[in-house]
Antibody
Framework: QITLKESGPTLVRPTQTLTLTCTFS??????????VGWIRQSPRKALEWVAL???????RYSPSLRTRLSITKDTSKSQVILTMSNMEPVDTGTYYC????????????WGQGTLVTVSS | DIQMTQSPSSVSASVGDRVTITCRAS??????LAWYQQKPGKAPNLLIH???SSQSGVPSRFSGSGSGTDFTLTISSLQPEDAATYYC?????????FGQGTKLEIK
């Protein structure tokens, strides 16, 4: 059974750095073709792809957020960590992590999501 | 970036109706298109990818078609549990992009 779960702060102050952790089970991020990505959803419900890391440590970032993002993996802990610097109120939303495969490029398993509010 | 445009933004239909949702890409993406269903308070759920292949466990009333720039998601006989928002996503190239969503309501 494949599961993913996001964890991190629910409230972040403007200009602070957000750190989110995705802890997963049922698959390994050392397996060929496997990736874990982050997708966020604004309060208006628009979905936006944020970042993705693959089994071989290939990392992809949204161009509009790239300068603020870092994605890393800890294969031994089955975790993927996303950091986003200089948070703004417009970054408020639900952040999901999801499994992907390099050869297919969809997101077949998702976490439940974590709501992050950016406010002073 | 490849822009994805869905229509309609919302639709209301009765149980048993046939419902079609359209997704258009700003450039050709072959069959690299996924459809997701999202119910309130839940994460999106992958229905179809590539454009016409249903995921395991997805009811057969859901089908997808299209290639290039124009795609459709069809629900052949609408059921009450199909009330949700549906999103398309292009998987052709980074950055991956989603349509704005189509909210499906049951009359």
């Amino acid at each position: 059974q494949i599961t993913l779960k996001e964890s991190g702060p629910t409230l972040v102050r403007p200009t602070q750095t957000l750190t989110l952790t995705c802890t997963f089970s049922g698959f390994s991020l050392s397996t060929y073709d496997v990736g874990v990505g982050w997708i966020r959803q604004s309060p208006r419900k628009a979905l936006e792809w944020v970042a993705l890391i693959y089994w071989d440590d290939d990392k992809r970032y949204s161009p509009s957020l790239r300068t603020r993002l870092s994605i890393t993996k800890d294969t031994s802990k089955s975790q993927v960590i996303l950091t986003m610097s200089n948070m703004e109120p417009v970054d408020t939303g639900t952040y999901y992590c999801a499994r992907s495969q390099y050869s297919i490029s969809d997101f077949d398993y998702w976490g439940q999501g974590t709501l992050v509010t950016v406010s002073s | 970036d490849i822009q994805m445009t869905q229509s309609p933004s919302s639709v209301s239909a009765s149980v048993g109706d046939r419902v079609t949702i359209t997704c258009r890409a700003s450039q050709g993406i072959s069959a690299w298109l996924a459809w997701y269903q999202q119910k309130p308070g839940k994460a999106p759920n992958l229905l179809i990818h590539p454009a016409s292949s249903s995921q395991s466990g997805v009811p057969s009333r859901f089908s997808g078609s299209g290639s290039g720039t124009d795609f459709t998601l069809t629900i052949s006989s609408l059921q009450p549990e199909d009330a949700a928002t549906y999103y398309c996503q292009q998987a052709k190239s980074f950055p991956y992009t989603f349509g704005q969503g189509t909210k499906l309501e049951i009359k």
